[in-house]
């Protein structure tokens, strides 16, 4: 018998545990600001509602209606269906993008922990632009203080996966959404108080079509699917443990109603404080590092609050980073000898040896490119720009062309109306998008 969530609460908690996360406060705001801000923003915004949402529910309904780990899952759908077990292939690549994602996650994760520690201690008092900047690339440059930390967050994710997703981790959510909202709102305050809050918002919101690049376009997309944590399997898990009589289309809505919106405070709030400093927009994958000690450092009583938002962003990592494990996880333990701890143990020594050559990318190993960009740039681009859009269409593709409408139907328990909406945009909509997109990628379609 498979365990379940206690209720649709929980489910919500912890999916949106899943999605919210570095994706959100860390990378969204960075991506913004390398992609040329609105045009991005907009976007990113029509990919998560027009193929998000719709995904989002599908691959629920399809992990609900498997009840098992997304690989054994897609092959147990398959058969249902009449269809080739190929399909398992979805799973298999969720693993490996799983895999392949938690091993620069956690790496991110680590500087969190770190910068957690500089801010109790009072490190950011009264600290200026130049010199926030000097501490980020004194840092990354260190590896062996990079190493530290990576191995700290692996140890940490391991310790709870080798656990098991319990009432602990169920607990853990539900304090730990509200409070990291919370503190986000009071940065938010203080950045309005602060912060140049108009020349951001223009930033993030004034529509400027001239800045849509094919390359925003792609890493829009791709971003959606990772902020979501679509298009892997973490997704179709945790359906796996959604009791039958939730509704699948209002608890997809709520998780993600609330990552947009986190998305978009961390946004509005981090490029307040940015042009407040005149700082670069486009710093890149230190923006956050290199601007909130600058706020907290000014802010009465900084240290307690720049302390509290970087714990909080550690646990809202580490409720993403389980999610990411968990796949791999369950896979291993339905079809090897191996127990939980002991596949936690196999998974996660995988992840932190990919880890040290993510972690290296930044700095002894920085010159070693593979097409102009580092390890580090290499495994982001390629698990959020293709494998989780690749996934997401395979899964999409599964849910409306090979299995049978009446299986669908009977878990997403749609009204008329809405059953046809998603069928239209799962069917049409959002698979066009995907490939769309793809093709631009590999050139043969001109984009603006
Ligand atoms: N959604 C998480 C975030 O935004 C990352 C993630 C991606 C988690 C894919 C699980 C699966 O941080």
């Keep these: 018998m498979r365990v379940h969530w206690s209720n649709r609460r929980a489910f919500i908690m912890a999916t949106a545990g899943s999605a919210v996360g570095l994706g959100n406060i860390w990378k969204f705001p960075y991506m913004t600001g390398t992609n040329g801000g609105s045009a991005f923003v907009l976007v990113y915004l029509l990919c998560v509602a027009l193929i998000g949402l719709p995904l989002m529910m599908t691959e629920v309904m399809l992990g609900r209606r498997a009840q098992r780990n997304p690989v054994d899952g897609m092959a147990h759908l398959a058969s249902e269906a009449g269809a080739t077990q190929m399909w398992k292939g979805i799973g298999y690549m969720g693993i490996a993008a799983g895999i392949l994602i938690l091993s620069f996650y956690s790496v991110v994760a680590g500087w969190v922990l770190d910068y957690g520690l500089r801010a109790a201690g009072g490190g950011f008092a009264g600290m200026g632009a130049e010199q926030a900047q000097q501490q980020f690339s004194s840092f990354i440059g260190n590896p062996y203080e990079l190493l530290l930390w990576h191995t700290v967050f692996m140890f940490l994710t391991m310790v709870v996966v080798a656990r098991g997703v319990t009432s602990g981790l169920e607990r853990a959510n539900k304090i730990m959404m509200p409070s990291l909202v919370a503190i986000l709102l009071i940065l938010l305050g203080y950045s309005m108080a602060v912060g140049d809050i108009s020349r951001s918002l223009d930033f993030m919101f004034r529509p400027d079509f001239s800045r849509i690049t094919p390359t925003a376009v792609l890493s829009a997309m791709g971003h959606s699917f ?70 907290f450092g000014r802010m009465p009583g900084g240290t307690l609050f720049a302390t509290l938002f970087f714990v909080l962003v550690a646990f809202a990592a580490w409720t993403s980073s389980i999610s990411l494990v968990e796949p791999a996880v369950s896979w291993l333990i339905e079809n090897t000898r191996l127990d939980r701890t002991r596949a936690a143990l196999l998974v996660g020594g995988l992840i932190w040896l990919i880890g040290i050559a993510v972690l290296l990318s930044f700095n002894a190993w920085g010159e070693i490119k593979l097409f102009g960009l580092t390890i580090f740039d290499q495994l982001d681009k390629l698990t959020t720009n293709v494998m989780l859009p690749l996934g997401g269409l395979l899964m999409a593709l599964f849910a409306v062309w090979v299995m049978r409408a009446a299986h669908a139907q009977e878990e997403l328990a749609l009204n008329d109306r809405h059953y046809r909406r998603w069928l239209f945009v799962t069917r049409y909509v959002a698979p066009a998008a995907i490939v769309l997109v793809f093709l631009n990628l590999v050139g043969w379609l001109p984009l603006v």
């Design 226 to 295: 990772f902020t979501l944590s679509l298009g892997m399997g973490a997704v179709m898990v945790y359906g796996s443990y959604l009791q039958r009589h939730v509704s699948i289309a209002r608890a997809s809505f709520y998780v993600v109603l609330t990552d947009t919106a986190v998305a978009l405070v961390a946004g509005v709030t981090i490029f307040a404080i940015v042009f407040a400093n005149g700082l670069e927009p486009a710093a890149g994958p230190g923006l956050i590092f290199q601007t909130l000690p600058i706020a």
